[in-house]
């Protein structure tokens, strides 16, 4: 009987020195970007079908879309213009999402 444990500890040792493999965590869900944006801080406005026009920062963008924060409580149709300032140039946009006041943004490729 004394070597059942003897083998019980060789087990507990071999059990405890064996290096741990943490368990896969579950992914959050996150819209996936071709491309990283960058931080833009820009004065813009979003012109609206309507003829209505709503300023915004835009937060940041890429080649692709921006992400924008309103002035004031708007719910955006599905596509409106956004132009920046600084850029001098409206480029047409598709609605992603918003939450409140932020705005996600996908740059259409046809020019205004």
């Given at each position: 009987?004394s070597?059942a444990?003897d083998?019980?500890t060789e087990?507990l040792?071999r059990?405890?020195s064996?290096p741990t493999v943490?368990a896969p965590?579950?992914?959050?869900?996150?819209a996936q970007?071709?491309?990283d944006?960058?931080?833009a801080?820009?004065?813009?406005r979003v012109?609206?079908p309507t003829?209505?026009?709503?300023?915004?920062?835009?937060?940041?963008m890429?080649?692709?879309g921006?992400?924008?924060?309103?002035?004031?409580?708007?719910?955006l149709?599905?596509h409106a213009?956004?132009?920046?300032e600084?850029?001098?140039r409206g480029?047409?946009v598709?609605?992603?999402w918003?939450?409140g006041p932020?705005?996600?943004?996908?740059?259409?490729?046809?020019?205004?």
């Amino acid at each position: 009987m004394s070597r059942a444990p003897d083998k019980l500890t060789e087990r507990l040792k071999r059990l405890a020195s064996a290096p741990t493999v943490d368990a896969p965590r579950p992914k959050k869900f996150t819209a996936q970007r071709a491309v990283d944006r960058t931080p833009a801080f820009k004065f813009g406005r979003v012109s609206l079908p309507t003829g209505e026009e709503v300023r915004c920062v835009v937060k940041d963008m890429s080649p692709f879309g921006a992400k924008i924060v309103l002035e004031g409580a708007f719910t955006l149709p599905p596509h409106a213009t956004l132009t920046i300032e600084q850029m001098g140039r409206g480029r047409r946009v598709a609605i992603e999402w918003q939450e409140g006041p932020e705005v996600g943004l996908s740059f259409d490729p046809t020019p205004v």
